[in-house]
């Protein structure tokens, strides 16, 4: 069975601080994809990235930017001087390689950030 | 390019009555999905097209709940008859195949009295 873990279930910060939000996955696949969305108020789950499990090289754009670790199972995401326009509910979630499934999503973190 | 289409937005029905959703995914995304989202939850798999044709409807409550695609391009949830419970998002995506990144549309959320 697959799962993803999003320990932190609310983060606040001051506008320009960096932050980070953490993902743990579990899966017994050796092939798999992990993403990362975002969802403001407006509802509507934006995507972000995707992540093929043989590619553990970090990712940056712009203020974003995301560290995978196979060696535990973590696919954390930071956001650099953040913004008030970045608050919103972020969701981390897999996919096995197999294909059979949609996308496993954990419970999200609601990051708010004040000006 | 537009993106994933769905309607209505919200609607608010008493429960044992029928409901349907539609949706309409981005030109040429041949793989569909269906989730449900509760409040404070990430969303659930409910049924996934390749086409017309629904290749994983396991967590789709066939008691209660429908789902068509005909032509391979719209879909259709249906509900009949609602509960309490089905109160929720109902959130359509697409892909370009299955492994890619799903776009998700606007969702449709559901309030059942």
């Known amino acids: 069975a697959q799962k993803v873990t999003q320990a932190q279930t609310e983060i606040s910060v001051v506008e320009k601080e960096d932050v980070t939000l953490d993902c743990v996955y579990e899966t017994r696949d050796t092939t798999y994809y992990l993403f990362w969305y975002k969802q403001p108020p407006s509802g509507e789950l934006v995507f972000l990235i995707r992540?093929?499990?043989?590619?553990?090289q970090n990712e940056i754009s712009g203020r974003y930017s995301w560290n995978f670790q196979k060696s535990t199972s973590s696919f954390n995401f930071t956001i650099t001087a953040s913004q008030v326009v970045d608050s919103a509910v972020y969701f981390c979630a897999l996919k096995s390689g197999g294909g059979a499934d949609g996308l496993t999503f954990g419970k999200g973190t609601h990051l708010i950030i004040q000006p | 390019e537009a993106g994933v289409v769905q309607s209505p937005r919200y609607k608010i029905i008493e429960k044992k009555q029928p409901v349907a959703f539609w949706c309409n995914p981005i030109?040429?995304?041949?793989?569909l999905y269906w989730y449900l989202q509760n409040l404070g939850q990430g969303p659930e798999l409910l049924i996934r097209y390749e086409n017309e044709e629904a290749v994983d409807d396991s967590q789709l409550p066939k008691d209660r709940f429908s789902a068509e695609r005909l032509k391979g391009v719209d879909s259709t949830l249906k509900i009949q008859p609602a509960e309490l419970g089905d109160s929720a998002v109902y959130l359509c995506?697409?892909?370009?195949?299955?492994?890619?990144?799903?776009?998700f549309g606007p969702g449709t959320r559901l309030t059942v009295t």
């Open positions: 030109s040429g995304h041949n793989t």
């Open positions: 992540r093929n499990s043989f590619d553990e």
């Open positions: 995506a697409s892909s370009k195949a299955q492994g890619y990144e799903q776009y």
